[in-house]
């Protein structure tokens, strides 16, 4: 199969705050220049503390989403406890290693050590960070981010800081666009997908 011929998403950014983690993303699926899909979901919630960022072929996306998420549910079913942040990301760097998929993961969340967050290349290769963008948008979400992000900012100024860089990767990048998924997670909240009408409040609001 041609690289042309895979479904692909394409900018995603994940961000550590004080108080949580904030994932956003645009919602564009393409097939070379075609824009196959406009509502693509690239967001995963994967445990009540943990969430996924995709950029990638959608079907391998799909399928990395699936396992992991079925792993942490075992995981929680055999030790009555949630999985930690960073065991989820080496296990999914070990799913990654033992069949490498055509995808960019940002996998992140909050446990009893607070929040972090951490990117998975295609074969498994991982690495933790404070603020990580990935996909052909990035190149203009980093100049956002490298510009706002800060590490003591808290959630509610970091979802500001990720619609900024999702919004100027969609001005630039023409594999991003059809709006903007944001999803938020806290030790308060856990997992919270904001809706599509609080997403554009915060758009209008920023312009």
Sequence with gaps: MNDKDLL????TVGLTCK?????ATERRATMGNLVAHKVAEKIFKIDDHIGATIAGSVSHA?????????????????????ISVEAAATLTANILHSSPLYVQTLLGGVDNKGPSLYS????????????IST??????????LED?????MYVDEGIDTA?????????RDTFSGNGILVATITAEEGFKMLSAEEVEKKVKEIN
């Design 8 to 11: 692909k998403g394409t900018t």
């Design 19 to 23: 108080d949580g983690i904030v994932f």
């Design 62 to 82: 799909q399928v990395l989403m699936k396992y992991i998420s079925a792993e942490v549910a075992l995981y929680r079913l055999r030790n009555g406890a949630i």
């Design 120 to 131: 998975l290349d295609p074969s498994g290769g991982v690495m933790k960070d404070m603020m």
């Design 135 to 144: 996909g052909s948008g990035s190149p203009m979400a980093y100049g956002v």
């Design 148 to 152: 706002r992000y800060n590490e003591d």
């Design 163 to 171: 619609i900024r860089a999702i919004k100027s990767a969609m001005e």
